[in-house]
């Protein structure tokens, strides 16, 4: 069964929109975990001056509570570079950033050279993991491996945005079997994530070779009805009964 990390993102988003103490994201990060969440991720804007999400000091007492993983969302950058390596989380995911854009949409623009083979070679030097958001295309995986690094977030966005029942969300689950098994071929570990929920989330979990889930704003959203506790707990069972469909 893949492994569940939980962005608690939204949690601080909720915090920064009053300029408030509370909902703290680092007590949601632990009640996670004591429900069963494998790790946690947070995305550090790389505008430090972004007063809309989890800030520097977040990330930091993250790094000193969290049990699981640490995984860190960021630019491929060097400033972020540069804060990662200091940090230190156990792995970092590359993404698309856009200030303006609240989710991130689309995935990661690969290609060898430039600012992200500098930054994927840094953290690897650093002794960090390395995964890039990309979207589910064949193409875009096997030149993430050339990049050389470990593994691959597929963007599930689509999927999760395709109407209900509709020939449309067959179509979304093919792309990502699709990428799925070039992530096999190409020797990569496979993540998923964007716009999960405990509805959705079976047939993604399902994809052969699956290792792990990132899922933020679909299971806080539940959180706020049911509370933290049971939302892992009932987004940990929707992962299993799809992960046994598979099996």
């Not at 007063?51 to 509570?65: G, Y």
């Not at 993604?204 to 009805?225: C, K, P, S, Y």
């Amino acid at each position: 069964m893949a492994r569940l990390f939980v962005n608690v993102d939204h949690v601080a988003t909720l915090r920064q929109q009053r300029g408030a103490r509370y909902p703290d994201p680092v007590a949601a990060a632990v009640l996670c975990e004591l429900a069963g969440a494998d790790g946690i991720t947070v995305h550090l804007r790389q505008d430090r001056n972004d007063p809309r999400h989890i800030q520097d000091r977040d990330v930091r007492v993250l790094r000193e509570t969290v049990r699981g993983v640490l995984n860190l969302a960021m630019a491929a950058t060097v400033d972020m570079l540069r804060i990662a390596r200091d940090v230190k989380p156990d792995f970092c995911t590359l993404v698309p950033e856009r200030r303006e854009a609240q989710p991130t949409e689309g995935g990661l623009p690969v290609a060898a050279g430039g600012t992200l083979e500098t930054v994927v070679r840094g953290l690897a030097d650093a002794g960090i993991g390395v995964s890039l958001f990309v979207d589910p295309e064949p193409h875009i995986v096997e030149a993430s491996a050339q990049l050389g690094v470990g593994t691959v977030q597929l963007h599930t966005g689509d999927y999760c945005n395709a109407p209900a029942r509709s020939a449309d969300v067959a179509r979304q689950l093919q792309r990502l079997e699709r990428a799925a098994r070039a992530a096999a071929d190409a020797g990569l570990r496979l993540g998923a994530g964007r716009g999960l929920d405990y509805t959705n989330v079976g047939p993604v979990a399902a994809l052969a070779g699956l290792e792990e889930l990132n899922i933020g704003h679909g299971l806080i959203a539940r959180a706020v009805m049911i509370g933290m506790r049971e939302a892992v707990i009932e987004l940990r069972g929707a992962i299993a009964a799809g992960a046994a469909g598979r099996e």
